[in-house]
């Protein structure tokens, strides 16, 4: 399984957004230079984010995006599942459903659904994945940076001299 750029890149971001800013605002054009991520993908991302209340933003020279909640309380799990919609490893997992429970008109995700052996393994590893991106928060993260010695950028917008 590959997570897909945009969920990685999300949680490259709002990892950004915690250790850089904290519960100040950061700008697209500053996380995207530090995490060398296009600014125009960046925004596509932060669209899902904020849809997903992970994000707030605000408009005008002193705003930006910021943590709708404290670092501690966003986990690896919330920004993949707003960037993927789901945390599954193989598509066959959904067939995981009963036929009875399927929307109309959604196709079987495999030819062996429920009759495979297999299946029930990816399902066992897609909730193993997810319990543990459950337990990273950003705050998780902010404190492995700290222990890495990854040095905190200054916001100049917000430095003041007298």
Known sequence: ???STKSRYGVRAMFDMAYHAGTLPAQIKDIS???N??????????QDLKK???????RGPQGGYSLARPAEEITVKDIVLAAE??????????GLRKSK???????QPCQFDNRCVTQQIWANASKLLGDYFGTL?????????????LEKELDHRFMYFI
């Open 1 to 3: 399984m590959k997570l």
């Open 33 to 35: 230079r530090r995490q």
């Open 37 to 46: 991520i296009s600014p125009r993908y960046l925004e596509q991302i932060f």
């Open 52 to 58: 997903a209340g992970l994000l707030n933003s605000r």
């Open 85 to 94: 919609g789901e945390l599954q490893l193989v598509n066959c997992v959904k």
């Open 101 to 107: 429970d399927r929307k109309e008109g959604e196709e």
């Open 137 to 149: 928060s950003l705050k998780t993260l902010c404190d492995q940076a700290k222990e890495m010695g």
